[in-house]
Nanobody, 121 residues
Framework: QVQLEESGGGLVQPGGSLRLGCAASGSGFSINAMGWYRQAPGKERELVAVSASGRSTNYADSVKGRFTISRDNAKNMVYLQMNSLKPEDTAVYYC???????????????WGQGTQVTVSS
């Protein structure tokens, strides 16, 4: 299995910035895509940003121009730089990784435990 560990959440004032990180660990795996989702109280989990192995990225419309996803493939890590944060960005942010396990190229879809991001004055 692939384990994901997130870091970097916290409390920030509106207009501030935070950087989330997520490290994937395990043995015998490759990563096709890593991304971030979030879930606010009373709402469904939603995509924030995803980075595929071909370096293509996709962002939710609500975060375009404010958030940037990046990956360090050598370290199996993904980051989310969040700028110009708004109260509506408040949520639990989850890291996600998808790929295959070896041997046998068995697909996996792993999630982190989540990290709280609160934007409030």
């Amino acid at each position: 299995q692939v384990q994901l560990e997130e870091s970097g959440g916290g409390l920030v004032q509106p207009g501030g910035s935070l950087r989330l990180g997520c490290a994937a660990s395990g043995s015998g795996f490759s990563i096709n895509a890593m991304g971030w989702y979030r879930q606010a109280p009373g709402k469904e989990r939603e995509l924030v940003a995803v980075s595929a192995s071909g370096r293509s990225t996709n962002y939710a419309d609500s975060v375009k121009g404010r958030f940037t996803i990046s990956r360090d493939n050598a370290k199996n890590m993904v980051y989310l730089q969040m700028n110009s944060l708004k109260p509506e960005d408040t949520a639990v942010y989850y890291c996600n990784a998808r790929g295959v396990l070896y041997p046998g190229t068995v697909p996996y879809d792993s999630w982190g435990q989540g990290t709280q991001v609160t934007v409030s004055s």
